[in-house]
């Protein structure tokens, strides 16, 4: 890596996004020193906060991983100190080296013994598959790994932490929870009061905190660790990111993703049967999905019984030469039944509109929204019904909270047990105010903020969606001027000599409508 510099750039971990917290009790939104690491071609590591970046002269102790007979048979026990991931793995030949985060997995030593580790573990907002599996895992993990044996669970969310009993957790406790959905010690949305979180903390004697949850939980969390930093506290934070839409940003995807486009087969399939056995049958299936469409475009390319996919990211118009109920109309004359998938978060704008709806939010800060389903399967009746005088026979299939209750499939297992004892291992080597995931295969350790700065979102203009499209026949249902605006964000403009046509006028004559 050559010579090696280190500068900190000032970054603010809270964003303007509402979550939910009591930002009264904290004062202004707190700014973090992220540590860039900067060296030979291009390279840079986004790296994570350290316990002794604010705590001089911490002892450090010999890893038990090394005297642990499971490891015995490990070739090489410990994670190189200089390993990183790269976050982009397709490169230009002379392009730079790029961002890369420090990999996650035991070290030789730990600024923890074993004894002195008092954890708790915390899960806030909505249910996901495999919340259980990585409780389970974690308290195993520090268990069985490190001898931990001081391990409790927080009932009910943050507030949790100042309004509710703990849960002493020990491997015999958490043994088959990995067999249920939902979560053991409870969850809730809001309550994030960081000075009452951090006193309790305190005054409990927790020295590693381990919070599952999604955006709004990860920037909650990096709240909590700011003010435990100002303290001065000897204590580790460490995220593990939860959201079954997929839509973190950096990490390859999210636990319980694989389990609920596995789930939503189920759905799909049962609209199908109820489409294909009537005439001009319609089964419409409304799949999670508040901002980001991954769910309903997997469950789509997986099913293949599927006709039209819709998705929050991909914006449709009902009426009209090229709307949706053209091609519904056109394709129940073709095969004479379709299935429909749509995501939560698709078409609200047509349906605020059409119901004068204000914008309300629940306590996490995020936008109520209105049944999308329910909706759309109202205005199809009635356009077939009174306007094309055509009978139809409509299913609606609301698997929502179905989809997100179950158990982590075994896939999903496989990962939560890999996240939380990456968990493990970054918080017993005293790395704090941190997350963890996949990038590109490999568990790295990646700051707050750049989990919590954006929301990954389907790209329409990608390979992925048009292999949906592909795989649908459907039309994009984007309107020219769409089509141009996208291709206008995802492309550099090019410049054009005077007697060439624009790109423009190009997208104008090849649309029919």
Known sequence: MGSVVQNFVAVTVLGSKKIGLDISSMGEAPNSQQKIVTGDGGYVLEDVPHLSDYIPNLPTYPNPVQDNPSYSVVKQYFVDEDDTVAQKIVVHKNSPRGIHFRRAGPRQKVYFEPEDVHACIVTCGGLCPGLNTVI???????????????????????????SKNIIPLTPKVVNDIHKRGGTILGTSRGGHVTKKIVDSIQDRGINQVYIIGGDGTQRGAAVIF????????????????????????????????????????????????????FENGIGLVKLMGRDSGFIAMYATLASRDVDCCLIPESPFYLEGCGGLFEYIEHRLKENGHMVIVIAEGAGQELVSESLRCTGKQDPSGNKLLQDVG?????????????????????????????????????????????????????????????????????????????????????????????????????????????????????????????????????MEKQVLC
């Not at 950096?250 to 189920?266: H, L, N, T, Y």
């Open 226 to 277: 700011e003010e435990i930093r100002r303290r001065g506290l000897n204590v580790s934070v460490a995220g593990i990111p939860k959201t079954i839409d997929n839509d973190i940003p950096v990490i390859d995807k999210s636990f319980g993703f694989d389990s609920a486009v596995e789930e939503a087969q189920r759905a799909i399939s049962a609209a199908h049967v109820e489409a294909t056995s």
């Open 374 to 506: 329910l909706w759309i399967s109202e205005r199809i009746k009635e356009h077939f019904s009174k306007q094309k005088k055509m009978l139809i026979n409509l299913k609606y299939i609301d698997p929502t909270y179905m989809i997100r209750a179950i158990p982590s499939n075994a896939s999903d297992n496989v990962y939560c047990t890999l996240l939380a004892q990456s968990a493990v291992h970054g918080a017993m080597a005293g790395y704090t105010g941190f997350t963890v995931g996949p990038v590109n295969g490999r568990h790295a350790y990646i700051p707050f903020n750049r989990i919590t700065e954006t929301q990954n979102k389907v790209v329409i203009t990608d390979r992925m969606w048009a292999r949906l499209l592909s795989s649908t026949n459907q039309p994009s249902f984007l309107r020219t001027r769409d089509i141009i605006k996208a291709h206008k964000e995802e492309e550099p403009p090019t410049q054009l000599s005077d007697d060439s046509t624009t790109d423009d006028n190009l």
């Open 136 to 162: 389970r895992e974690i308290v195993c993990g520090l268990h069985y790994m490190y001898g931990v044996k001081r391990v409790m669970g927080i009932d009910g969310g943050y507030r949790g932490f100042y």
